[in-house]
DNA sequence: CTGTTAGCGCATTCAC
DNA sequence: GTGAATGCGCTAACAG
């Protein structure tokens, strides 16, 4: 005899469903499984009927475990609450409601060895792909675990997307940081700026990296030189800018415009120079990176380069959810804003 | 004889592992779960060697029907791309990530009806607990729709907290929106404001209303009333306080001063009253609510009212999680902060 | 301490 | 078209 359903706190299963409508749970499992030939009419709303009456919901793990897979899709993100990922957070998401996948969102909080962890979990959830968005590292122990997890979920059937640098061997979606960087120092040099300083984030991440020296090589193309001291590394957030710009500031090197690697830290340069007493953008351009949706009212409005962030998770669910994406690197071009924050510079200013 | 385990693209199993091992499956998963008393060293050692060649990770769905549940978190927000919501998110799954469950985020994209749908896919995975976060509705009909969903998946054993407005059968954090508006109210007043505007989201949305209704008493303790025409419904965001705006100042009556019922709108309104010729914070000062991290920084410097966005997650996830606490109302208390974009207004510029 | 075995809830072959 | 039986991968009694 089995286990009476009496059970209080215990959810109905599709057996209490099929007894209920008086049907074999093969039947009951038809009728609430969308795609199986639906059985006759009558029986039909029995079941339904039941199932409401029980307030049934379905058990998606034993239905994964049974199909041998889910409807799940993994976002991995280095720290939601910076308005970079957590816009392409919400194409990805966007996406993934559109196929019908819930996306199970991990937050790395910057730290590479969660970002494997994480991955890992996704793995064991059986989740159908998984997307990867931050900034590589350098670390070669760090990157050869995570490509070891990243072979192991992929031999499974795992499908899986990184946005940033094609460091790993994975399908990625490349932000174009070091021509876009490029780009921007040709356009400062052409207003007129001379001498550069860059916050240049964390000496470790990639995407700091790209854009530093992106930069560097449009201003060498102008024959403009980063002298020594006027790049300074730090945290990839707008205290860590403020941190280093005031410092920047404090130095007797007197840059003319300082190009943030991204637009959080561009505003946090921006409160520092303020408190330095100086009254940007009169005597110092500021540059960002980013284009973030939140900061565009920002004023002076931030000169910028801009990244489709939205697009790009979009774009990314979109690969990873479609089978017959065959895995390569796409390159998302950037481009350009001049705003306010960097005005013409008069040569006599100079 | 049992299926051979060349397939490829097939996860390798427990049972793999314990073949490969020479041990039985009760072994292995005893090694491998945690919890549970361990096996001698060499039996341990050679079962975590085979998983290790095998790159096997544990099948978590597989584990959640074995032992009637998982350790899945869900999240609930109406859209990840606003900061307010990120950051309430961010402070959830870093309570989560502590407590060593896997967050599932999910985007309605402020559709009511969305919320249900996730909230029941939730309840479909067995997610121990689920957090709604966003604005309540008035809409009947989708409230009993989701009380019913929330009864289900209590009634299962689920966990949930809502934050926003008490207008659920659920614990709840409620942000003390009314009071908080009111305080500002009358910081205003004190500041010299006279003529006030109010943007006050859409009209459905308790939150909007509610800060609303405790500006307009605020005002009313100081025996000033919002005209009519001076409270204009609109989108919850950037685009749509910015048109909303326009057009107030398009209309004939000149406020002094625009509340926008958060910060992300009071942006919009900065901008548009810049468009419109106005130069804030000079003869028309902006408010929002929320103080948004992000925004800490534009200039003139935002008057807002704070709310312990990150904190309210952590609280939030930290109540489902720890199965002691019992459900209720908890408020949250906000702070006005009085900032450069309502500057003291002078009696004589009335 | 280790192995055997019976479910967990559901999808799905296979007979009827 | 419908039902009975098997198995998905794992955990937890229960034996030994």
Redesign the pocket.
Known sequence: MR?ARATPG??P???DVARLAG?????A??V??PG??E??PD?RDRVLAAAGRLSYT??AN??A????GTDIAGVIVADISDPYFSEIAAGAMRVADEHGVLTTLADTRRDPRREIAYLSALHGQRARAVILVGSRVRDPEVNAELDRELAAYRAGGGRIAVVSQPRLDADTIAIDNRSGARALATGLYGLGYRRFAVLAGPRDLLTGSERLSGFRSGLAAAGVELGRGSVVYGEFTRDGAYAAATELFAASLRPDCVFAVNDVMAVGVMAAARDCGLNPPDGIGIAGFDDITTLRDVVPALTTVRIPLYEIGAEAMRRVLDPSTTPGVRRVRCEVVIRASTPRRSPEAR
């Open positions: 286990r215990a959810r299963t599709l057996e049907v074999s749970v093969a039947t499992s038809r609430l499984s199986t030939r059985p006759k029986l379905p058990n034993a239905r475990i049974a199909r041998g």
